[in-house]
């Protein structure tokens, strides 16, 4: 059994179409929009809305952290918007629409995808084709193996589409039960899996995989969320904790074989 899985696509539909070549089945982990690339600023509904150099100047901003500027600067960009009578929502879910058309076209089948902290789930029933299962909070049987998959992040200055508090996050981890591989799109609350050495910040991990981690102890727990963290990979008891990686970037998914 061959298993191929991404995570942040990030608009990333090129090197999607390819990435489940060879494989029985592909995971996908979330973040399939891209509203702003921190390495080109030139990319995103951002930039396309509001240019390369407001783009740039928010990365800045929100890098170092001082998050109540970089609100304010998308306050004033978007109420320029909002004064030619356009509204943000219907641009914003337009651009996401288009996004998500090429993305999903993308998908071979089968596919077992759950959301990332900036997918938007309301829309995914519109392009999930017959070959896509969409699973949160939810688990699946792929090759002999149980596989449970918990969408989304938790709550961060950075107000993403899909972040939610901690217990709920907690109730989709326990639904999911023991399985053998647990897939989210945020980390376990490790230290090491959390910091990003680029952005140079810790991005939110989840307690509540964490505790089924070491309670439950799947023989893998696979994530992404965090681009370039300060550790791709730590064992917790038995469990293999492995960052798939930024498939926006890389183009390569992660390979499981058993």
């Not at 978007?78 to 629409?97: F, K, N, Q």
């Not at 589409?161 to 907690?170: H, K, L, M, Q, V």
């Not at 893998?220 to 498939?247: D, K, M, S, W």
Request: proline share 5%; glycine share 10%.
């Amino acid at each position: 059994m061959r298993v191929h899985v991404v995570s942040d696509v990030h608009g990333n539909s090129r090197d999607l179409a390819a990435a489940g070549t060879g494989a029985d089945a592909l995971l996908c982990l979330g973040d399939l929009v891209l509203f702003l690339d921190y390495a080109d600023h030139s990319r995103g509904i951002f930039p396309e809305l509001f240019g390369a150099a407001n783009a740039s100047a928010l990365v800045e901003l929100r890098t170092a952290r001082r998050f109540e500027e970089a609100r304010a600067l998308g306050r004033r960009l978007w109420g320029e918007l909002d004064r030619t009578g356009v509204s943000r929502e219907s641009v914003i879910e337009g651009a996401v629409r288009k996004q998500y058309a090429e993305l999903f076209a993308a998908f071979p089948t089968p596919t077992y995808a759950t959301y990332g902290n900036v997918d938007i789930p309301r829309l995914w029933p519109e392009y999930a084709a017959a070959g896509t299962t969409v699973l949160d909070g939810q688990r699946v049987e792929i090759g002999g193996r149980v596989f449970g998959f918990v969408g989304g992040g938790l709550s961060t200055p950075m107000r993403t589409p899909y972040e939610i508090g901690d217990e709920e996050f907690a109730a989709k981890v326990e639904a999911v039960g023991e399985v053998d591989v647990l897939c989210s799109h945020i980390p376990p609350d490790v230290p090491e899996l959390c910091y990003d050495t680029v952005a140079r910040r810790f991005e939110r991990g989840s307690a509540a995989l964490l505790h089924a981690i070491r309670t439950t102890r799947p023989r893998y727990a696979l994530f992404g969320h965090v681009h370039q963290p300060l550790a791709r990979r730590v064992r917790i008891g038995g469990t293999e904790c492995i960052n798939v990686g930024h498939f926006n970037a890389t183009g390569t998914p992660y390979v499981m074989e058993w």
